[in-house]
């Protein structure tokens, strides 16, 4: 394994990531190794411009993703302090972020979730709501 360091990647997908990466060479066919991968926009208002910041991949809680070599169009080493520190915050808050939430919702499952009336009854309310006045 190469020494880790922080890349922005085009993919063949038009997708351009930005992650902690190193190289693995796995046996004469490397691939890239991203350490929660982002996707950093830039955007400019008449405020200044901001940052925006959001997980390449939203559902996995996987920290680490593979990339095959074929997959991407190029990549270069970001040295830049600002966006290092941005990009390690935005991590960091994360990290707390998703374990905070799932301290807090221990929600215990029972029968009676999703219930609201049996077929019969809401097959008479819905009769009702939509009955002519004229017919009654």
Same mark, same amino acid.
């Given at each position: 394994?190469?020494?880790?360091?922080?890349?922005?990647?085009?993919?063949?997908?038009?997708?351009?990531?930005?992650?902690?990466?190193?190289?693995?060479?796995?046996?004469?066919?490397?691939?890239?190794? %991203?350490?929660? +991968?982002?996707?950093?926009?830039?955007?400019?208002?008449?405020?200044?411009?901001?940052?925006?910041?959001?997980?390449?991949?939203?559902? +996995?809680?996987?920290?680490?993703?593979?990339?095959?070599?074929?997959?991407?169009?190029?990549?270069?080493?970001?040295?830049?302090?600002?966006?290092?520190?941005?990009?390690?915050?935005?991590?960091?808050?994360?990290?707390?972020?998703?374990?905070?939430?799932?301290?807090?919702?221990?929600?215990?499952?029972?029968?009676?979730?999703?219930?609201?009336?049996?077929?019969?009854? %809401?097959?008479?309310?819905?009769?009702?709501?939509?009955?002519?006045?004229?017919?009654?």
């Amino acid at each position: 394994m190469g020494e880790e360091f922080y890349s922005s990647i085009k993919l063949i997908t038009g997708e351009e990531i930005f992650s902690l990466i190193f190289i693995d060479e796995n046996d004469g066919n490397p691939v890239i190794v %991203a350490q929660n +991968p982002v996707i950093i926009k830039t955007i400019h208002n008449l405020h200044g411009s901001f940052i925006k910041i959001k997980p390449w991949m939203e559902i +996995p809680n996987d920290d680490f993703f593979i990339i095959p070599m074929d997959k991407i169009v190029t990549m270069t080493e970001i040295k830049n302090s600002s966006i290092i520190k941005v990009y390690e915050k935005y991590v960091t808050d994360s990290e707390d972020e998703s374990e905070s939430i799932l301290d807090q919702h221990q929600t215990k499952i029972t029968n009676k979730m999703g219930y609201i009336s049996s077929v019969e009854d %809401a097959r008479k309310k819905l009769e009702n709501l939509f009955k002519d006045p004229k017919e009654s």
